[in-house]
């Protein structure tokens, strides 16, 4: 018998007080993600020299520490662009069995909506269900709560 272990997924939605163009030119640029990523995460990307703007099919490498200061390899494919409006990056090696995070931007009268929609699933079967519920989700609010406060720094506070 097989147990099917579930997948999870976790969304934010911010608004930008920007241009949908200098959203899209700060999101799609994978050298901005260590700007939004706290310090603590130990985020590198050791890919080398990357160009100022994602595309698809590109391989990105990165040291990162997800989870209790473990230092792991993390590569993602960027799968899908529609350039000016979103971007997914898929994992193919790293610290889950499944990580798909779509990043959308959506035009605004006064700004720009960032979604970012991670759909997820834990290593290690039934003790990752468990680190999920004490220990990930919590880490991916405070990641994006960083991410928020870091955006709104760049881009200034918005009017909601």
């Given at each position: 018998m097989t147990i099917r272990m579930p997948v999870y997924q976790f969304k934010r939605e911010q608004k930008l007080n920007t241009t949908m163009e200098e959203a899209w030119d700060f999101i799609s640029n994978p050298t901005n993600l260590k700007t939004i990523t706290?310090?603590?995460?130990?985020?590198?990307?050791?890919?080398?020299?990357?160009?100022?703007?994602?595309?698809?099919?590109?391989?990105?490498?990165?040291?990162?520490?997800?989870?209790l200061g473990i230092s792991m390899s993390w590569v993602?494919?960027?799968?899908?662009?529609?350039?000016?409006?979103y971007f997914v990056?898929?994992?193919?090696?790293?610290?889950?069995?499944?990580?798909?995070?779509?990043?959308?931007?959506?035009?605004?009268t006064d700004?720009?909506?960032?979604?970012?929609?991670?759909?997820?699933?834990?290593?290690?079967?039934?003790?990752?269900?468990?680190?999920?519920y004490v220990i990930i989700k919590k880490e991916l609010r405070n990641i994006f709560n960083f991410r928020e406060k870091k955006l709104v720094h760049l881009f200034g506070p918005t009017n909601n």
């Open positions: 706290p310090e603590h995460m130990g985020f590198n990307i050791t890919s080398g020299t990357l160009p100022n703007k994602m595309h698809e099919g590109q391989i990105i490498k990165y040291k990162v520490k997800p989870l993602t494919e960027i799968a899908h662009v529609k350039e000016g409006l990056d898929n994992q193919l090696h790293g610290p889950y069995k499944l990580w798909y995070h779509e990043h959308t931007l959506v035009p605004m700004g720009v909506l960032m979604k970012d929609t991670i759909t997820y699933k834990p290593p290690i079967g039934f003790l990752g269900a468990i680190i999920n």
